[in-house]
């Protein structure tokens, strides 16, 4: 098992980090490019993202579209091979059903998303003690900041006993 977290992000998390640039998830995106994150994914859901970036609403010229996509693939880390296998819940949204796959597959701790039919399915039973699906402020919250917190404290606590 990994020593940090292993993530999957959905796609509009994708798009919050790196076209957006949501200063909410500057500290998620920090994480990431420090390599302390382990990012999976898989081919269907980069298609998926892919697809989104043409969007025309977005209006991304397609030389960004394919630095975006390429510094999200520059995050993704192999799967270990250990990860386990157990039955997941059906999402009522089956294009989603993909992101609780590639968790499930990669052994990641924690689905970041802001999919309320996603959220909803992080309280079914088969997930309980396997997987967290949360928002990524709530992941922030509750995993990123309080290892910071405490990073800083063990520094200070070193530095006042020299």
Partial sequence: MTAFPRLVL???IVLALWHFADPALAPLAEAVARGGLALSSRDDALE??????????LGIAPERQARIIERYRGCLAPAPGDAGT???????DLDDQKFLEI???CGANHLLTRDKLLLKLNRHRLLRGKLSITTPERF??????PVAQTSRTN?????ARR
């Avoid at 157990?86 to 009522?92: A, T």
């Avoid at 520094?155 to 530095?159: D, K, Y």
Wanted: hydrophobic share 30%.
């Fill in 140 to 145: 922030l919250a509750e995993t990123l900041r």
């Fill in 86 to 92: 157990f039955d997941l819940p059906q999402c009522r």
């Fill in 155 to 159: 520094a200070s606590s070193h530095a």
């Fill in 10 to 12: 959905d796609t509009n």
């Fill in 103 to 105: 968790a499930r597959d």
């Fill in 48 to 57: 998926e993202l892919r697809h989104v970036l043409t969007r025309p609403r």
